[in-house]
């Protein structure tokens, strides 16, 4: 009986040290091989869906759990493609993947970017099994294709060791200095030719969305169209006639800074009906820049009438109609489309980033000029700025992989956006198009942090580009996937406009230098569809009524316009935010506080215990944002045994300290 105990737990011994041995082998069974080492930093996403790293992170596990599969819808996700830059050359020996279910193919190649040197195409039949692929390449660069969703790779591991340390190519990395930006040129809205200038006033950045037809051809599919436009500003076509020369001259003399969109194409171009404005303006090839020449020979013919160069008049593309006349000095900034990121349309209005890329290249300067020197924004007028299309959604993958495309297309190796654009709408379900059914508060949706890993990249790889965000807002209806909801005694268009200022605040201070809410006026009071209920204002067919939101807007404007946001305070046991802005040669410090919450919630606060005040101050007014107070109304501050308090609710309060 002893014997048998004692060979029983000698056999539990032997299965313990085994299965540890064993377990320790698996664990280990790469370590002996010069594995590359593969960061996220070194990874482009150019499909720009879900976490590539996660085909990198297992690298020491004989059976990774993990994987990368960007989801098949849309199709055209597929093929997914990622770009590995090892950033140093390297000399390859053998690659392995570890092959999950199904049966798909995938391919890997190697070389220069853009003219890849073809590697090894192979099945995906092994069911959790590793492949192995003995190789001899040279290169910094590994292309990885799936070609199908039946691809279920969990892990990739390249084996080779550095041969040589590749040049790095140039870019400013001096982080960038602190902007001190007057809060009125960060505050924007988005709006269009026919919104009365009185709407605008407290406003100083109008993004102005601008249909491409109306200029060319309006509706018409026989429109003559490029080489031989016959562009129409003055009046136009469209709008029974728009005069935009006094639109932008009488904006540009009130103080104000346009930003045409240009969005869309032309039926000239589809050759079919309206509902195809949306599609690519590609004439060939939608990665090729010369595909763009149409494209491109408008955005000439635009900043050379309204930038700051006077152009020949040989080079001016005008109907008969038109006045010869270039260099009007109205505009700086360009946007070139809207949301080429339209995921939730098809591959004819979707641009990957490297068919954006090739559009902009076109837009920016002809493609360095390739294309000829009468197109692109910089051939007609050298100070003109290149606006990126603003994405739908804050992917930074899609930015990555536009970098990557200048790198390796363009001579000058220059990224040709003068600002980062990115759209965000704060949600309860993560992004615009999504499964939302409400809108949620600037602080619950993590906001700073969002724009923040955005502008971190910016500044260390892009530090003299703007990051602006062109649209963000919430609609005021009962119901709907962007609403502003009632909470406690608030309405909808009082939560609207303190979530606004709350917005503004909190994405300027994570590094937005521009903030644009959509939109200026509603689209329709009466439906429940997403952003018809967005406006600062009602809509044109009820006359522009002001909503709580547009003299919010208007009393920050008017008291925190000219000074600048140095700093935002956040108490975590309170979820009291306290900004602090200031203004070179004034002694004047304005905090504008709010509690970051979403109840209704008040509370005393008792200024002199703000690590903001300074015992010198003297607090000259409070300013509380009203309805229907285009200037806020002024408060008297309760003064009580050396206490200064104030109440603080979710809509901001300003407080002026002299």
Request: aromatic letters at 12%.
């Amino acid at each position: 009986m002893l014997k048998s105990k004692c060979k029983t737990i000698f056999c539990i011994l032997i299965i313990i040290i085994y299965t540890k041995l064993t377990v320790s082998a698996q664990i280990q069974s790469h370590s002996v091989d010069n594995i590359i080492k593969i960061e996220p930093e070194k990874i482009i996403n150019t499909t720009t869906k879900g976490d590539a790293f996660k085909l990198f992170d297992e690298q020491n596990i004989d059976n990774p759990q993990h994987g990368w599969k960007p989801p098949y819808s849309p199709k055209w996700n597929y093929p997914a493609e990622i770009i590995i830059d090892l950033q140093d050359t390297y000399e390859i020996d053998y690659f392995k993947f570890y092959d999950g279910s199904a049966t798909g193919e995938l391919e890997i190649n190697y070389g220069n970017p853009f003219k890849w040197t073809a590697g090894i195409k192979t099945k995906t039949d092994r069911y959790n099994q590793w492949q192995k692929k003995s190789v001899t390449w040279k290169t910094q660069y590994i292309q990885i294709i799936l070609h199908d969703p039946n691809v279920n790779i969990n892990e990739i591991i390249f084996s080779g060791r550095k041969i040589n340390t590749s040049e790095k190519f140039k870019t400013d990395l001096t982080p960038g200095k602190t902007k001190k930006t007057a809060l009125k040129n960060v505050i924007g809205t988005n709006s269009f030719i026919d919104v009365p200038h009185s709407t605008l006033s407290s406003i100083s950045m109008i993004r102005e969305y601008h249909q491409w037809d109306w200029m060319e051809g309006d509706r018409d599919k026989n429109y003559i169209g490029y080489p031989n436009n016959q562009n129409r500003f003055n009046p136009t076509l469209a709008g029974g006639g728009w005069n935009f020369d006094n639109y932008y001259e009488t904006l540009f003399n009130n103080g104000k800074t346009v930003v045409p969109v240009m969005v869309g194409t032309t039926l000239w171009l589809t050759k079919e009906g309206p509902e195809t404005l949306e599609k690519k303006p590609a004439q060939g090839n939608p990665a090729d820049p010369e595909s763009y020449k149409a494209h491109a020979d408008h955005m000439f013919q635009f900043a050379a009438r309204y930038g700051d160069n006077k152009v020949k008049t040989e080079f001016l593309k005008l109907h008969s109609s038109q006045s010869k006349v270039s260099g009007l000095g109205y505009l700086n900034y360009y946007e070139n489309w809207n949301e080429p990121d339209k995921w939730w349309m098809t591959n004819v209005e979707f641009f990957s980033p490297f068919e954006y890329s090739a559009m902009s290249s076109a837009d920016y300067d002809g493609h360095e000029s390739t294309l000829g020197n009468t197109l692109g924004i910089k051939n007609a007028d050298p100070n003109s700025k290149l606006v990126m299309a603003g994405l739908a959604t804050l992917n930074l993958d899609y930015l990555i992989s536009m970098k990557f495309w200048c790198d390796h297309n363009r001579t000058d190796k220059r990224f040709i956006w003068d600002v980062i654009n990115f759209h965000h709408y704060s949600n309860n379900g993560g992004v615009q198009h999504g499964k939302a059914t409400s809108g949620i508060s600037p602080e619950a949706d993590s906001l700073y942090y969002k724009i923040k890993r955005i502008s971190d990249y910016r500044n260390i790889n892009l530090p003299t580009k703007e990051l602006w965000i062109t649209e963000f807002g919430y609609d005021t209806q009962s119901k709907g996937s962007q609403i502003a909801p009632q909470i406690g005694t608030m309405t909808s268009e009082q939560v609207q406009a303190s979530w606004l200022i709350r917005s503004i605040i909190i994405g300027h201070w994570a590094g937005a230098d521009k903030m644009f809410q959509f939109m200026l006026r509603d689209g329709n009071e009466n439906s429940f569809q997403t952003y018809q209920n967005s406006g600062l204002t009602s809509s044109k067919h009820t006359g522009y009524k002001k909503k709580a939101s547009w003299y919010f807007l208007s009393t920050v404007n008017y008291h925190v316009g000219d000074f600048y946001l140095s700093n935002v305070d956040v108490d975590p046991n309170t979820n009291l935010y306290t900004a602090k802005f200031v203004k070179e040669g004034s002694s004047t410090t304005i905090l504008i506080l709010w509690l970051g919450s979403s109840k209704d919630a008040r509370m005393i606060v008792d200024l002199k215990t703000n690590r903001y005040y300074n015992p010198k101050n003297i607090i000259e007014k409070k300013v509380q944002l009203m309805d229907e107070y285009t200037v806020g109304l002024e408060l008297p501050i309760n003064t009580n045994q050396d206490k200064t308090s104030i109440e603080v609710s979710e809509t901001p309060i300003i407080v002026i300290l002299n």
